[in-house]
């Protein structure tokens, strides 16, 4: 079945350091990406919206400048944590409309388990 | 605004049955999500209704009722790896997935 692979798994940075998340989509196209953010016990906040060859929409109150989308291909899509600081540290999760139609849901990567020291 | 409530946390005991509720509030409506979701893991695609009435999937079943905003997802025979959190969300008119804060289902022997 379609699957999104979401790498790395777990990252534990310095503060001040950038890191960079992928999510490729295997055995289908993904032309929009969902990336969101889950602190514990917390429901998934969407931050950005990304489509295949433009920019991205970010939610109220994400710093574009900081949480850095990159979709460049209709199979990757990237999340760079940009000068990242303890306060970063969550659960990243991304996520792809599956094709076809709506009611085939959406499919989620792993997820990224970021920590920032 | 748009909203999603869903009960914190639920006990059940294994064997037993179990309904967790959502009631939501969007603008527009296109469809009903539910998913599960095991600690430190991404969440996994349950259920999909968009129409009123229940839509059954092996021991888990969905419901829904767009004149009420409410759905309820109803798990049967419970067993031990049914303990997850579950999701529920809610498509509003753009596609936009508006979620619940999930419901923490916890299973007992």
């Known amino acids: 079945g379609a699957v999104v692979s979401q790498h790395p798994s777990w990252v534990i940075c310095k503060s001040g350091t950038s890191v960079k998340i992928e999510c490729r989509s295997l055995?289908?196209?993904?032309?929009?990406m969902f990336w969101y953010r889950q602190f514990p016990k917390q429901s998934l906040m969407l931050m950005a919206t990304s489509n295949e060859g433009s920019k991205a929409t970010y939610e109220q109150g994400v710093e574009k400048d900081k949480f850095l989308i990159n979709h460049a291909s209709l199979t990757l899509s990237t999340l760079t944590v940009t000068s990242a600081h303890p306060e970063d540290s969550s659960f990243y999760i991304c996520s792809a409309p599956l094709p076809r139609q709506v009611s085939s849901g959406y499919t989620f990567g792993s997820g990224t388990r970021l920590t920032v020291v | 605004g748009q909203n999603i409530d869903q009960p914190t946390e639920m006990t059940a005991t294994e064997g037993a049955i179990v309904q967790i509720n959502c009631t939501y509030q969007t603008s527009g409506f296109n469809g009903l999500f539910w998913y599960q979701q095991h600690a430190g893991e991404a969440p996994t695609f349950l259920s999909y209704n968009v129409l009123d009435g229940l839509e059954e999937k092996g021991r888990f079943s969905s419901f829904l009722s767009r004149s009420k905003g409410y759905s309820y997802l109803l798990l049967k025979e419970l067993q031990m790896k049914d303990s997850a959190s579950y999701l529920c969300a809610a498509m509003d008119s753009n596609y936009q997935l508006i979620w619940g804060a999930g419901t923490k289902l916890i299973i007992k022997p």
């Open positions: 055995d289908f196209q993904a032309t929009t």
